[in-house]
């Protein structure tokens, strides 16, 4: 069998530093692009497999022309990624995906003024990026724009399409549909007929098809939808505000993200309820903070890693054939319980 290609194997064939190579392998600053890309080279030469989308191309004759430093991928966004933010774990295996290909990521924050002035941000070189990748960049007129500069384009999430238009772009989701529908037909098996929802469906395209999944659910399954309880707000202040008109709450809750969640979780105590003995919560997104509320937050996980690796696809086959079609993709998620949805000690009976 043949020896797996390590960092160290690579740093004694090239007599530098395991450091060195870490660096460079993981897309870490303060390298000069001539080191970065003799050590990626190096590594191609090798077959260094660590990272999945590299390794499927390291031999074979599909393997794409990858002759040193290839040019920078470019992320647009327009919100500060925080650990908490789902993209966040996604762009740390992207980059280390496309190191392996040559290219390095730079991050341009879009500012609220280049949004009204549909410009670039100042860090932001046409001559030099070979795609953009744009997350959190739901202004529909500035992703146009986007969508003109002639260079490979992906978005992951973009804006709500409730009125049928598409970006022409590559664009990639998370699954949005499936585990929010089988979420309500659990809750109507438990004899919890009355559903709403909580978050700015306009807000973009992923809470835009929670909403629309929950609509059809309640559809299909014969069961009436309270528009009074499809709350077309994202902020715990406001959530109360409606919430406390409401005449009646509903038996659950199924809320935009986890963050929407927890702010309707603040809203309901604030009026008094609780979850889940008022009302079951649902999130989306799987955040840290799902885990840390009092009860803890159901939820759906999105896997990260599957979604960078996808969007690795998208892009490098987009940069290889610009005159493809466009493609829609959506990755698996996956329902999880929690306590914010648990059955109260004897409902389990009804």
Avoid: W
């Avoid at 395991?18 to 303060?30: L, Q, Y």
């Avoid at 393997?63 to 925080?82: D, N, R, V």
Wanted: aromatic share 10%.
């Amino acid at each position: 069998m043949k020896k797996k290609v390590t960092i160290q194997d690579i740093a004694d064939a090239l007599g530098i530093s395991r450091n060195t190579v870490s660096k460079a392998i993981n897309n870490t600053e303060g390298l000069a692009d001539a080191t970065r890309e003799r050590i990626l080279q190096k590594a191609l030469e090798m077959g260094y497999k660590q990272f999945s989308y590299f390794s499927t191309f390291i031999s074979g004759e599909s393997a794409p022309s990858f002759t040193g430093y290839q040019g920078e991928i470019a992320l647009l966004t327009s919100a500060f990624l925080t650990q908490s933010h789902f993209a966040s774990t996604m762009l740390d295996k992207f980059q280390g995906e496309i190191a392996q290909l040559g290219y390095t990521m730079n991050t341009h924050r879009v500012t609220a003024a280049n949004l009204k002035e549909k410009s670039l941000p100042l860090s932001f070189r046409a001559d030099q990026v070979k795609a953009v990748i744009c997350i959190e960049m739901f202004d529909r007129a500035y992703d146009e724009m986007i969508c003109e500069l002639g260079l490979p384009v992906l978005f992951v999430d973009g804006p709500a399409k409730y009125d049928g238009f598409s970006l022409p772009a590559d664009q990639l989701y998370m699954d949005n549909t499936t585990e929010i529908t089988r979420f309500v037909n659990d809750m109507l098996s438990q004899g919890r007929k009355s559903i709403g929802f909580i978050g700015n469906y306009y807000h973009c395209q992923s809470f835009y098809e929670r909403y629309t999944a929950f609509r059809c659910a309640m559809l299909m399954a014969g069961a009436e939808v309270d528009e009074d309880c499809c709350v077309n707000c994202n902020h715990q202040d406001e959530i109360a505000e409606r919430l406390y008109a409401l005449p009646q709450l509903p038996d659950v809750f199924i809320c935009a993200n986890d963050f929407v969640a927890g702010d309707a979780m603040r809203a309901l105590f604030s009026i008094g309820k609780t979850v889940p003995e008022d009302v079951r919560l649902l999130g989306f997104d799987d955040a840290a903070e799902s885990r840390r509320t009092r009860p803890t937050l159901s939820t759906v996980h999105i896997h990260t890693q599957i979604m960078a690796f996808t969007a690795v696809q998208l892009l490098m086959s987009r940069i290889r054939e610009p005159s493809l079609d466009f493609r829609i993709v959506h990755t698996q998620t996956d329902l999880i319980y929690r306590d914010s949805t648990r059955l109260p000690q004897g409902d389990a009976q009804e």
